[in-house]
Each structure stands twice: as C-alpha cells, then as structure tokens.
C-alpha cells in the first residue's frame, strides 16, 4: 500500500503533531534553543504552516504548556471537588496521577526549562506561575484544607506545607532531566513517590512539634 505523503494530512492533526514535536524540542534543548524551523521539521510541515496555527514561539510554548500540564490541572481541581474518600487518598490520587500524566512524559522536562530559563523570559515565567504554579498549589492547599476540617490532619501553615509538599514532586522532573543521567543506577520513581507520600502524610497526621523552651 502507498503511504500518505505526511504533508497530505487532515488539516486539524497538524496542530497536535506541532505541539508534540514542540514538547519534544523544549524538554530536549530548553526554550531558547528550540528554533521554530526545528519544531516544523520535526512535526513534517513547511515553517509557514506552523504560523498558520502559531504566532510565536512563545505561544506555541504556552499551548504546549496548556494543552498538557494545565489540563491535567484542570482533572486536579474537578476531581478535589468530587473526591469521596479521605484527603490522605485524594492526596495519593492526585501524586500517583501528576506521575502518570505529566511526570513520566516529556512533560516533566518542562519544569526544569522553567527554572533554569524563567529570568531570561520573565513574560512566560509570569504565565507559567500563574497558569500552573498558583493553581497547583491551590489544588494542594484544598486537600489539606479538607483534612484539617475532618480531623484526620493536624493544623499546619497551610501555604508553607503546599510549597514543602510539592518541592519534592518538582525536583523528582528536574533531576531525571539534570543529574538523573549521572547515576549509574537509575532510581525508582514510583518507589520514591510512595516514600514521599510515606512521610509527608505522616508528618500531616502526626501530633503537633512541641515548642522548644525559651533559651
């Protein structure tokens, strides 16, 4: 059978193939790197097709950001309305989950361009905290919230716990794209989410630290 010329197409899979190639560029050089005639050769389109559907670079960036993180966000914040079970299940629904969509893709490459790249591009670093950053944490923030109101979490400072909980989630993304490839042996993600996920809901459901005496 005679193949189809990849330039022959439906016109509405060029957009997701775009994207697709764009993700696979930024997780692999970083933004700055990532030249448009390098996403358009990689996806099988002319640079002027790209324009068709993109402006920029920046605004492909941000539809590839938003197509993926930012949707799985989005399943976050539907699901911490409609979660029956208790805040320390919805917590590892919502770990195990970011692994499964964004941390086991080339999504998780995304995080690390961000923060090695944000002062050199602050217009995306303003979206990308926005978009993805202050809506995580906010998902992160209700499950607590909804623990502490049960009882089954003991009062913590909520905003602090948010950023302490989800610190080692962002650098599990950016060491396996950094320094993960020195190891000689490569470590188990799913093992360390469920060590994670081991201390961080004991140390919600443990007693409150007692105050240290005045010196």
């Given amino acids: 059978m005679k193949t189809e010329p990849r330039w022959e197409r439906r ?3 060029r957009p997701g193939e775009l994207l697709a190639a764009a993700l696979e560029l930024f997780a692999e050089k970083g933004f700055a790197a990532s030249r448009l005639d390098d996403v358009a050769s990689r996806a099988g389109v002319s640079k002027g097709t790209l324009y068709l559907y ?8 941000k539809a590839v950001v938003r197509s993926g993180i930012v949707r799985a966000i989005e399943e976050g914040e539907t699901l911490v309305e409609q979660f029956k079970g208790s805040a320390s ?3 590892r629904v919502f770990v195990l989950g970011w692994w499964e969509r964004i941390g086991s893709t080339s999504l998780s490459g995304i995080p690390k361009l961000m923060l090695s790249e944000a002062r050199n591009f602050p217009e995306l670093a303003e979206f ?3 978009e993805v950053i202050q809506r995580g944490e906010q998902v992160f923030r209700r ?3 909804r623990g502490i109101e049960s009882g089954e979490f003991r009062r913590v400072d909520i905003g602090y716990a948010v950023q302490v909980l989800l610190s080692p989630i962002v650098m ?14 490569p470590s188990d993600p799913l093992r360390y989410l469920d060590t994670y996920l081991d201390l961080a809901l004991a140390g919600l459901r443990g007693p409150a630290p007692t105050e240290k005496p005045d010196a």
């Fill in 128 to 130: 990308y905290y926005k």
């Fill in 11 to 13: 016109k509405e899979a």
């Fill in 89 to 91: 299940e919805l917590l």
């Fill in 54 to 61: 993109f402006d920029s670079k920046e605004e492909l960036f």
């Fill in 143 to 145: 499950a607590i919230e």
């Fill in 172 to 185: 599990l993304s950016v060491w396996r794209h950094s320094l993960g490839y020195c190891q000689s042996q």
